[in-house]
Structures are given as C-alpha cells and as structure tokens.
C-alpha cells in the first residue's frame, strides 16, 4: 500500500506514520519543515517538503497514491483560521477530483455535522462537505475530545496546579487518546472500504473536567483544579499567551457548543478506544508535565 499521511510531526500524524510503517507501507509525508522528520525518513519515508494548504505539493504528494490520511492542523496565531482551513480543504479536494478514487480518512471532529456555531471545527464541516463532493472513498473521523489537550493547560498546572476554561467541572466529554486514534486511522487506511463513511471515536469512559483534573493531578501528586471564568477573560488570557484573537474567538465559542456537541453521535458507527485517561495520564502526561516543570524551575 502507497500512503500519504498529512501533518507527520502532530500527536496523531507521528504516530500514525510509525504505524504504517512498522506494517511496511510504503508511506509519503508532507512536511512544512523536513527536517522534524528525519526520523520517519530514516525508516524510508519519502518526505515532500511544503504545506498542504498547497495544491500543487498535495498533488505531488497523492500521485500513485492509493491512500490518504487527511488532517487539517490548527493554527493558533492565525488571523483567518476559517479561511486556512477552507483553502487547505480545497487544495485536497482539487488532489481529490483529479484523482477521484484515491482512499482518504479524513480526522474530523464531534460536532462536525454543525455547519455553524463551533468554532474551528466549522473548518471541519466544510472539509468533510468538500471531500465528499469531490472523492468516491471518503471516511471522516469524528473522535470527541483528545485526551491530548491537557496539554494546553500545561503551563497554568505548572504554576498554579489550575486548569482554567469558560465550561463548568461537570462537564462530561469521551476523551480519546490520540494513540487510539492512529491505530484506527491506520486500520481504515490499511484496509479501504469504498462510499463515504462517518465513524464515531470515543474513548473507553465518559469523564468531566473534574475528574479530568484529579485523575491528572494524581499521576504527578498535585492537587489539580478546574477553574470556570467568562468567556471574554479566557479570550484575553489566550490573546495574551500569544494566540489570534480570532482564534481564541474561535476556541471560546466551540467551549461554549461543548453541550451540544459532545456525546452526540452522527455517525453511521461508534469506535471504542482502549486507552483509559488513568493509564495516559500516568505515562504520557506525567512525564509531560514533569519536563515542562523542570523547565520552569
């Protein structure tokens, strides 16, 4: 199998390349910087340098492709988010029509079926829209959200044991390990099922911030606390961190869809995870926060 896999340096496009590779495919990346992937090249990864905002180098990328993982990363200091998104959706739409019966497995988002409303992954709507407009062989990945965005907080549980959002503790989401992700990405790639397909990623518990934060305080021995504060002042906080007022317009509002969009499942299939938050917070976040500490010391 020839595979090309989109943002080879993320949580999930890393993993995910490593994985296809250990099951000797013959994989392509795209690369913004190649040399953050000398690791997958070392292993016999073909390495396309450029963005995959660009048609021409997603074209380069696809061609004799029989697959493609999708990923339209976030850009946190980007004053049009919305409209990166949409031109990196139609340079892989343009790949698509040209070459109509290439496999992709596109990550999208819960919340994805909302054309409106949700912050970023808005984008994520209109990327599924596209691809299914353009391509015979799409499967979009709706997981809920990433365990992984703990990570964000990493500075504020440094230096005052605090997660602060603009949601309630109680809220409940089917965080998913990225690592859970890759494995099914790699499966839907590795085995192409043909139409247009929308899949359901959850992880294997429901947990609410919370409990988010005392199963993370526990793995490092602190006591770890949600702190809910308005919208407007988590904005000017992320402003401040030096994210895009858009974009932490943008991420403030899909907090404030989380009701309506966690748990809610669209798709025509629901995939279970097997990481718990427990066992990624002891040997993924741990060892995080313990570098980010010392860092700070």
């Known amino acids: ?24 495919s013959d994989v392509t990346v795209v690369a ?12 016999g990864a073909k390495v396309i340098r450029g963005e995959h905002s660009d048609p021409a180098v997603v074209e380069q990328a696809v061609r004799g492709a029989d697959a493609l993982f999708w990923l339209t990363p976030s850009e946190p200091t980007s004053h049009d ?43 994520l709507y209109e990327t599924e829209e596209k691809f299914r407009d353009a391509g015979k062989n799409i499967v979009s990945l709706r997981p809920n959200e990433f365990m992984e965005n703990v990570f964000f907080s990493l500075p504020t ?30 499966e839907f790639l ?24 005392r199963i993370a305080g526990q793995a490092i021995a602190k006591q770890v606390r949600v702190v809910t504060v308005p919208g407007d002042k988590l904005k ?29 499942f669209k798709g025509e299939e629901k995939r279970v995870g097997k990481v718990t938050f427990s066992q990624f917070a002891r040997d993924v976040f741990a060892p995080e926060y313990k570098k980010a500490a010392l860092v700070a010391a």
Do not use: C
């Open 1 to 24: 199998m020839k595979i090309t896999v989109t943002t080879p340096t993320g949580h999930i496009g890393n993993k995910l390349a490593n994985l296809l590779l250990d099951r000797h």
């Open 32 to 43: 913004r910087h190649p040399e953050k992937v000398k690791d997958l090249a070392s292993r």
């Open 81 to 123: 988010p919305l409209g990166l998104a949409r031109r990196m959706a139609e340079a892989g739409a343009s790949a698509l029509r040209k070459h109509p019966n290439l496999h992709v497995v596109q990550l999208s988002s819960a919340g994805a079926f909302l054309p409106s409303g949700t912050g970023p992954i808005v984008g």
């Open 157 to 186: 549980i440094v230096a005052q044991d605090s997660i602060y959002t603009s949601l309630p503790g109680s809220a409940r989401a089917w965080f998913i390990a990225t690592q859970d992700i890759a494995e099914i990405a790699a």
């Open 190 to 213: 590795l085995k192409p099922i043909e139409g247009h397909h929308v899949i359901d990623l959850v992880g294997p518990q429901e947990v609410s911030l919370d409990e988010w934060a």
């Open 236 to 264: 000017a906080a992320m402003s401040q961190a030096g994210m895009s007022s858009e974009m932490a317009a943008l991420l403030v509002e899909m907090e404030q869809a989380f009701p309506e969009i966690m748990g809610q």
